[in-house]
C-alpha cells in the first residue's frame, strides 16, 4: 500500500531534549516535505526536499533541521526542543520534484508533539 | 510571501444543504489545491485546479487565477463532510496554506 508513514504519533517532551520525527514513504517520491499545523493558522511549512542531500527552508525553520540520506525518509530534528514548538506535524511526498504540486500530495498521519 | 484567505472560518449547515467556500490569495500562483482534514486529522486532497472547474461527485472547485480566488462547492452535505477544509497555493517549490474553513453538518 502506497503511504507515508510517521514515528511516533504521539510524544510529550520537555524543554531542550533532543528529538527526532521519522517519515518514510515507499512510493519512490522526489519531493519531500514538512509543515505544522497550528490552531488558528492553518499549516506551514517547515523543511522540503526536492531530492537525496537536496533540502531547504520553508516558512518556518527556526529551531529545526532536517536531512535527506535516503530518498524514502526524511526525517525532523529538534534539536533543543521549546515549549512553542507544540505542534501538530505532518510530513507530505509527492512525485516530481521540478512540478511537486501537480499532481497528489500525499499525507502522513500527522504527529502531536508537546514540549513541556 | 503569498498570502492566503478562506472565509468564513466557520460554516455550520442542516444535512442536505449546499454551500460554497472561498479562497483568496494576493499573488499569480502556479498551481491551487483544496484539501479536507477530517475530524481525526487525516488530509486528504481534494483538488488541484490552478484554473477552471472541476467536480467530483457532489464537490466541485473553481479557479479564477486571474482575478486571485477560487471557490469551493459542497452539494446535499453529509455529516461526513465535516472537518477543516484548506486551500493551498504553490509558486516556486513551496506550499502556502490558508488558515481554513471548519465545516459542521449537523443531522
Known amino acids: 500500500e502506497a503511504q507515508v508513514t510517521q514515528n511516533p504519533r504521539y510524544l510529550i517532551t520537555v524543554t531542550g531534549k533532543k528529538l527526532t520525527v521519522t517519515c518514510s514513504q515507499n512510493?519512490?517520491?522526489?519531493?519531500m516535505s514538512w509543515y505544522r499545523q497550528d490552531p488558528g493558522l492553518g499549516l506551514r511549512q517547515i523543511y522540503y526536499?526536492?531530492?537525496?542531500?537536496?533540502?531547504d527552508k520553508g516558512d518556518v525553520p527556526e529551531g529545526y533541521k532536517v536531512s535527506r540520506k535516503e530518498k524514502r525518509n526524511f526525517p525532523l530534528i529538534l534539536e533543543s526542543p521549546s515549549p512553542n514548538q507544540t505542534s501538530l506535524y505532518f510530513c507530505?511526498?509527492?512525485?516530481?520534484?521540478?512540478?511537486?504540486?501537480?499532481?497528489?500530495?500525499?499525507f502522513g498521519p500527522g504527529t502531536r508533539l508537546t514540549v513541556l | 510571501g503569498i498570502q492566503v484567505e478562506q472565509s468564513p472560518p466557520d460554516l455550520i449547515l442542516q444535512e442536505g444543504a449546499n454551500s460554497t467556500l472561498r479562497c483568496n490569495f494576493s499573488?499569480?500562483?502556479?498551481?491551487l489545491q483544496w484539501f479536507h482534514q477530517n475530524p481525526w486529522g487525516q488530509l486528504i486532497n481534494l483538488f488541484y485546479?490552478?484554473?477552471g472547474t472541476k467536480q467530483n461527485g457532489r464537490l466541485s472547485a473553481t479557479t479564477v487565477a486571474t482575478e486571485r480566488y477560487s471557490l469551493l462547492y459542497i452539494s446535499s452535505s453529509q455529516t461526513t463532510d465535516s472537518g477543516v477544509y484548506f486551500c493551498?497555493?504553490?509558486?516556486?517549490?513551496?506550499?502556502?496554506f490558508g488558515k481554513g474553513t471548519k465545516l459542521s453538518v449537523i443531522p
Open positions: 499573488d499569480s500562483v502556479n498551481n
Open positions: 526536499s526536492m531530492n537525496v542531500e537536496v533540502t
Open positions: 493551498a497555493v504553490s509558486w516556486s517549490l513551496q506550499l502556502t
Open positions: 507530505a511526498s509527492s512525485p516530481h520534484r521540478a512540478r511537486p504540486f501537480d499532481n497528489e500530495q500525499f
Open positions: 485546479i490552478p484554473s
Open positions: 512510493m519512490n517520491h522526489e519531493y
